[in-house]
Every structure is written in C-alpha cells, then in structure tokens.
C-alpha cells in the first residue's frame, strides 16, 4: 500500500518517479504538499492574480528543471517561487513606469486613424521573424531591459542588440510602405 500511495512516499521519491517516467500522480501529490507554502510565499511578494501566476510558473519550473533539483523540493520550491514573484513585481513596476511616461492620447482623446495605426502596427509586428519580432515585444511591449530580454531568449546582449536594430529597422519600412512612420508614439 505505501508503494501505491504518494501520500506515503518522501519528495525524493516522488521527484525521481517523475523525473523517471512522467508520472502526473507523482507531480500532484508534490503540489499537493507544498502547493500552500509556495502560494503563500506568492502572495506575501505579489497581490492578488501575480501571485497565481507565479504560483503556476514555480510549478512549471519544477516540472522543466526537476532532473536538476538536488536539495530538498520544498526548500527548492519556496527559494523559486520567491525569485519568481520578485521578478514578476519588478517587470510589473517597470511597466508601470512605462506606461505612466507615455503620454500618448487617451481613451477618449483616440480617434478611429490612432486605432488603425495601433492595428497597422501589431499587424507589421506580427509578421516580423520570431528572431526579430521576440526582442521587440518583450523590449518596448512587456518593459524588460535589454539584459533580461537577452537572458529570457538565451542569447547575448550583443546578439540581442543587434536583432533589435535589425528588428526596428525591418519594421520602419514595412510601415513606411503602408504609409506609416515608426515615432516614438507608436
């Protein structure tokens, strides 16, 4: 009965059937048991749905990293829910800030050409390469610095740098030819 039953079995254990086959009933019962801690730990960084998703980004770091998990999984857990939150507040403040700089037209002040150049402008965004479009999103879009977009993409500041040059530059034309210009509104 105690070989069937994860309740009975250590984290250890539960880590290695998981990292050995894949078992979901392994993986539960570890969210199960430290599911409360790292929500807590969530919740005392984030305020409200931020601490969900940090919750759900702890666990699916467990699940890409579990092989190199050496330590106790609670202590692992609660060590990377912490950095998770602190660095989902930070990208929060930084967005925050960025947004509180722009001084582009409100919601009332947008007219019907501001919405189509808004919509000109993801469309041409959409249609970049992944190489060239992920830098841009997460640089200008989601507010990060360039050594942290360079860190989520696994490449170099200087490779990053240069797909945002390049990057901008594609996306300046494409505008231009749909009788756009890329400002520092847009």
């Known amino acids: 009965r105690q070989a069937l ?10 880590l290695d059937r998981f990292v050995a086959t894949g078992d979901p009933a392994a993986f539960e ?87 189509e150049a808004c919509a000109v402008l993801h469309d041409e965004l959409d249609r970049l390469p992944d190489r060239y479009r992920r830098p841009l999103v997460l640089c200008y879009l989601r507010g990060l610095t360039r050594d942290e ?9 200087g490779v990053l740098k240069g797909n945002l040059e390049r990057g901008r530059s594609r996306l300046r034309a494409r505008l231009g030819r749909r009788g756009l210009t890329l400002s520092a509104g847009l």
């Open 5 to 14: 039953d994860p309740a009975a079995r250590t984290d250890r254990d539960l």
């Open 149 to 157: 977009a360079a860190k989520e993409l696994g490449c170099t500041v």
């Open 29 to 115: 019962a570890l969210v199960r048991r430290h599911g409360p801690q790292v929500l807590a730990v969530c919740r005392r960084v984030l305020p409200g749905p931020d601490a969900d998703d940090a919750f759900q980004a702890t666990f699916l770091a467990l699940a890409r990293d579990a092989r190199r998990v050496r330590t106790a999984v609670g202590g692992w857990l609660v060590v990377v829910a912490h950095r998770i939150a602190v660095r989902l507040r930070a990208a929060e403040r930084r967005r925050q800030a960025v947004e509180a700089r722009h001084v582009g037209p409100t919601a009332d002040d947008r007219d019907v050409s501001w919405r």
